[in-house]
Protein backbone atom coordinates (compact mmCIF):
# COMPACT_ATOMS: atom_id res chain seq x y z
CA UNK A 1 0.00 0.00 0.00
CA UNK A 2 0.80 3.49 -0.54
CA UNK A 3 2.29 4.68 3.13
CA UNK A 4 1.31 8.70 2.31
CA UNK A 5 -2.37 7.45 1.33
CA UNK A 6 -2.50 5.51 4.13
CA UNK A 7 -1.31 7.86 6.40
CA UNK A 8 -3.62 10.60 4.88
CA UNK A 9 -6.47 8.59 5.53
CA UNK A 10 -5.83 7.82 9.03
CA UNK A 11 -5.27 11.16 10.33
CA UNK A 12 -8.70 12.70 8.15
CA UNK A 13 -10.86 9.64 9.23
CA UNK A 14 -9.72 10.47 13.13
CA UNK A 15 -10.76 14.30 12.79
CA UNK A 16 -13.99 15.16 14.37
CA UNK A 17 -15.67 17.12 12.59
CA UNK A 18 -18.52 19.44 14.75
CA UNK A 19 -22.37 19.79 13.81
CA UNK A 20 -24.03 22.88 14.43
CA UNK A 21 -27.85 23.14 13.87
CA UNK A 22 -30.66 26.70 13.82
CA UNK A 23 -34.41 25.19 13.92
CA UNK A 24 -37.20 27.29 13.27
CA UNK A 25 -41.01 26.49 14.11
CA UNK A 26 -43.79 28.40 12.86
CA UNK A 27 -47.39 28.24 14.07
CA UNK A 28 -49.67 29.56 10.78
CA UNK A 29 -53.31 30.35 10.91
CA UNK A 30 -55.80 29.35 8.82
CA UNK A 31 -54.41 31.88 5.95
CA UNK A 32 -50.44 30.77 6.66
CA UNK A 33 -49.97 33.80 8.43
CA UNK A 34 -47.42 33.39 11.52
CA UNK A 35 -49.02 33.14 14.22
CA UNK A 36 -45.96 32.43 16.60
CA UNK A 37 -41.88 31.44 15.75
CA UNK A 38 -39.44 29.44 18.05
CA UNK A 39 -36.17 29.11 17.17
CA UNK A 40 -33.13 26.97 18.76
CA UNK A 41 -29.35 25.85 17.74
CA UNK A 42 -27.04 24.56 19.48
CA UNK A 43 -24.76 27.65 19.65
CA UNK A 44 -27.23 29.46 21.37
CA UNK A 45 -26.14 30.73 24.81
CA UNK A 46 -30.13 31.27 26.02
CA UNK A 47 -30.72 27.58 27.26
CA UNK A 48 -34.44 26.46 25.57
CA UNK A 49 -36.14 27.18 22.96
CA UNK A 50 -37.12 30.66 22.46
CA UNK A 51 -39.64 32.91 21.12
CA UNK A 52 -39.27 35.78 18.47
CA UNK A 53 -41.84 37.90 16.40
CA UNK A 54 -39.04 37.94 13.40
CA UNK A 55 -36.65 36.31 11.37
CA UNK A 56 -34.79 36.76 8.81
CA UNK A 57 -32.62 34.25 6.77
CA UNK A 58 -31.34 34.87 3.57
CA UNK A 59 -29.17 32.04 2.48
CA UNK A 60 -26.47 32.55 -1.20
CA UNK A 61 -27.83 30.36 -3.89
CA UNK A 62 -23.79 29.69 -5.48
CA UNK A 63 -25.06 28.64 -8.28
CA UNK A 64 -27.88 30.83 -9.67
CA UNK A 65 -25.88 33.78 -7.89
CA UNK A 66 -28.71 35.54 -5.95
CA UNK A 67 -30.02 35.26 -2.28
CA UNK A 68 -32.85 33.38 -1.21
CA UNK A 69 -34.52 35.03 1.55
CA UNK A 70 -37.07 33.71 4.34
CA UNK A 71 -38.73 36.80 6.13
CA UNK A 72 -41.62 35.99 8.17
CA UNK A 73 -43.01 37.91 11.20
CA UNK A 74 -46.02 37.52 13.47
CA UNK A 75 -49.03 39.54 12.31
CA UNK A 76 -48.95 40.68 15.90
CA UNK A 77 -45.68 42.43 15.41
CA UNK A 78 -45.45 46.09 16.41
CA UNK A 79 -44.67 47.98 13.32
CA UNK A 80 -42.03 50.17 14.73
CA UNK A 81 -40.18 47.25 15.96
CA UNK A 82 -40.59 46.02 12.00
CA UNK A 83 -39.09 48.98 10.97
CA UNK A 84 -36.29 48.83 13.77
CA UNK A 85 -35.55 45.29 12.77
CA UNK A 86 -35.18 45.92 9.12
CA UNK A 87 -32.51 48.64 9.97
CA UNK A 88 -30.39 46.54 12.50
CA UNK A 89 -30.17 43.76 9.83
CA UNK A 90 -28.72 46.22 7.06
CA UNK A 91 -26.35 47.71 10.24
CA UNK A 92 -25.59 43.72 10.71
CA UNK A 93 -24.91 43.04 7.52
CA UNK A 94 -22.62 46.39 6.92
CA UNK A 95 -20.38 45.07 9.64
CA UNK A 96 -20.18 41.52 7.79
CA UNK A 97 -19.49 42.96 4.94
CA UNK A 98 -15.96 45.04 6.48
CA UNK A 99 -15.12 42.10 7.98
CA UNK A 100 -15.71 39.07 5.23
CA UNK A 101 -14.78 41.30 2.28
CA UNK A 102 -12.76 44.42 3.80
CA UNK A 103 -14.85 46.89 1.97
CA UNK A 104 -15.08 49.57 4.07
CA UNK A 105 -16.58 52.01 1.20
CA UNK A 106 -19.44 49.66 1.41
CA UNK A 107 -19.47 49.10 4.66
CA UNK A 108 -19.62 52.53 5.06
CA UNK A 109 -22.39 53.58 2.96
CA UNK A 110 -24.87 50.86 4.47
CA UNK A 111 -23.72 52.42 8.02
CA UNK A 112 -24.82 55.96 6.66
CA UNK A 113 -28.24 54.31 5.29
CA UNK A 114 -29.33 52.95 8.67
CA UNK A 115 -28.24 56.79 10.49
CA UNK A 116 -31.13 57.97 8.00
CA UNK A 117 -33.23 55.20 8.72
CA UNK A 118 -32.33 55.37 12.15
CA UNK A 119 -33.13 58.96 12.29
CA UNK A 120 -36.51 58.84 10.64
CA UNK A 121 -37.70 56.25 12.61
CA UNK A 122 -37.51 58.24 15.55
CA UNK A 123 -39.29 60.61 13.78
CA UNK A 124 -42.36 58.82 13.32
CA UNK A 125 -42.37 57.50 16.84
CA UNK A 126 -42.06 61.17 17.72
CA UNK A 127 -44.90 61.59 15.45
CA UNK A 128 -47.06 59.05 16.84
CA UNK A 129 -46.37 59.58 20.82
CA UNK A 130 -47.72 63.33 20.04
CA UNK A 131 -50.96 62.41 17.96
CA UNK A 132 -51.78 59.42 20.81
CA UNK A 133 -51.39 62.83 23.25
CA UNK A 134 -53.94 64.54 21.47
Same mark, same amino acid.
Given at each position: =?????? =??????? $? *???????? !????????????????? *? #??? +?? +??????????????????????? #????? $? !?????????????????????????? *?????????????????? !? +?????? !?? #???? @? @??
Amino acid at each position: =MFPNVS =MWLQKHL $T *TTMRKSEI !KFDVLLDEQSIPEQIHW *T #ATE +NP +NEGVEETKAIYVGVWDHYHKGTL #ALPLW $T !KDMDVMDMKRFAIEIVGSLSETVVRA *TGDGKMGSLMEELCKTLT !K +NLQEEM !KA #AQQQ @Q @QQ
